[in-house]
């Protein structure tokens, strides 16, 4: 596959011309070093042009330093459509509606976790389900796991699984408005409702960390977020809207092939099937999906809730006095209502972010008062082996991005590609060696999120820092994983 003409835009923005592509409606942009523009896996280009001929799409369609290909979309794209003339894509958003993030903080240090570390993961192990269609402890029927749909973190909390700021630390609160349960199938119930509180499989993993001395890049704001001292512990949260979401997803291509039809749509990849936004298609599946993402808000946070019981039961104190707050949750994959200025008006679009993290810069309205005098805090999540990040979002990311940025390292090799060159066993014993602790549901599943699968998470932040559409803030090493 060629290399499609690249106009450099400034040190790390590179854009594709609308006239490289028969139909493309926007430029296509991508946001990368010269290291990772040479490493580009190339079906991102094909990718992200192909989303650039979508109907109704505005500005630029995006693809971030961690981009790779995905289902339609690439992964680390970003897209924003009319709501008036343009779609809404399943592609665009991913099978795991709202896979996300959450971070954690603690008052404890590395010199008091470190003789507890085994202890600690080992009983989070227990108490939160991991792997392929591992069922959670929460009990909840097919009836009441409609309320969860609904509300979302809302309903965890209320039910005693988190503390009420738990909420406003939650990006929009914890639950999208619009979630209408009866445009989901049964089978999309069937599969979710003894779910939550589960990590599930994949790329999803529960991490404890600690603040690296080395790379603490601004205290100051590091301070707003809680972290306020070198080697202070941090647990990580990465995972989604597990088997429901998928089923949505799968659901409404099946829906979408047929209203393209209907709609007259045509695209260059069926993977994009789409619908417009105001059609009845589109709505149903936008209620759909806030369904979903509103699911894996109640996941994260009843797994926030069993992960402050795991430490309270080692420490042999109330999680409260180990000031045990959330920084943030953000979500990865999903389609938001949003106002963002095109063509120098404020205009009303549906953001599809797929593997891309909102990065709200300070003053907007969408971030929480705690935060919005600095911004939101954005946390990109790294391979077991490097380390994560916390970042804030910029004002520049509203001008350039739709408020945007990466999500992850972005895979370098498929699964099964990483398991050739690397068994489970192995990476046990050489990720004990650096001092970190795992324990995985499957060796296999645990081989393929290898480090040596994924771009150097250093470079990709680095880019989206020099961009300036999100800001460094502190880096986080792994001490202890579980992966499903």
């Known amino acids: 596959m060629s290399t499609p003409p690249l106009h450099r835009i400034s040190e790390i923005v590179w854009e594709i011309p609308q006239s490289y592509k028969e139909g493309m409606r926007v430029p296509a942009r991508i946001y990368a070093t010269d290291n990772l523009m040479r490493n580009m896996d190339r079906m991102v280009f094909e990718q992200i042009t192909n989303v650039a001929c979508l109907p109704g799409i505005q500005k630029y369609a995006i693809a971030m ?27 665009g958003i991913g099978f795991d509606i709202n896979c996300g993030v959450r971070l954690i903080k603690t008052d404890l240090t590395l010199k008091e976790v470190k003789p507890k570390l085994k202890e600690l993961i080992d009983t989070i192990f227990q108490i939160v389900p991991a792997g392929v269609g591992a069922r ?17 973190a809302e309903w965890a909390v209320e039910k005693g699984f988190g503390w009420k700021e738990d909420l406003e630390r939650t990006e929009d609160y914890g639950k999208i408005k619009g979630a209408d349960p009866s445009k989901v199938s049964s089978m999309a119930i069937q599969r979710g409702y003894d779910q939550v509180g589960t990590l599930g499989s994949g790329n999803h993993y529960l991490e404890i960390q600690a603040v690296d001395s080395n790379r603490y890049f601004d205290r100051e704001l590091a301070k707003h977020f809680g972290i306020t001292m070198e080697d202070q512990i941090t647990v990580m949260v990465h995972c989604g809207s597990r088997g429901f979401g998928h089923q949505i997803g799968t659901d409404y291509l099946r829906i979408f092939e047929r209203a393209m039809k209907k709609y007259g749509i045509t695209v260059r990849d069926r993977e994009l099937a789409c619908a417009p936004f105001e059609s009845p298609e589109g709505q149903d599946y936008y209620k759909a999906m806030a369904c979903a993402a509103n699911m894996a808000f109640a996941n994260r946070q ?83 082996e490097t380390g994560s990040y916390l970042l804030v979002g910029t004002t520049k990311a509203m001008i350039e991005t739709f408020g945007s940025t990466a999500h992850g390292s972005g895979r370098t090799m498929s699964r099964e590609a990483a398991k050739r060159r690397v ?62």
């Open 65 to 91: 330093a961690d981009a790779h290909t995905g289902y339609g979309f690439p992964i680390g794209g970003v897209a924003a459509f009319s709501l008036k003339d343009g779609v809404i894509s399943p592609g």
């Open 136 to 152: 959670g402890f929460v009990r909840v029927s097919q009836s009441d796991f409609k309320e969860v749909l609904e509300r979302g």
């Open 302 to 384: 009843v797994i926030t809730h069993r992960i402050r019981e795991a430490f309270g039961k080692v420490f042999h104190t109330d999680p409260e006095k180990l000031g045990m707050h959330l920084v943030y949750d953000v979500a990865h994959n999903i389609a938001k209502i949003e106002r963002h200025k095109v063509d120098g008006e404020k205009m009303t679009v549906i953001v599809h972010r797929k593997g891309a993290t909102r990065s709200f810069g300070p003053g907007e309205e969408e971030v929480p008062p705690v935060y919005r005098h600095v911004g939101q805090p954005v946390i990109i999540g790294g391979s077991m």
């Open 423 to 484: 068994s489970g066993q192995e990476l046990v014993r050489d990720l004990e060696k650096k001092g970190i602790y795992v324990r995985a549901v499957s060796m296999s599943g645990l081989a393929e999120e290898a480090g040596i699968a994924y771009k150097d998470i250093s470079e990709v932040v680095e880019a989206t820092h020099l961009a300036g559409i999100s800001k460094k803030v502190v880096a986080l090493r792994p001490l202890g994983n579980i992966k499903g």
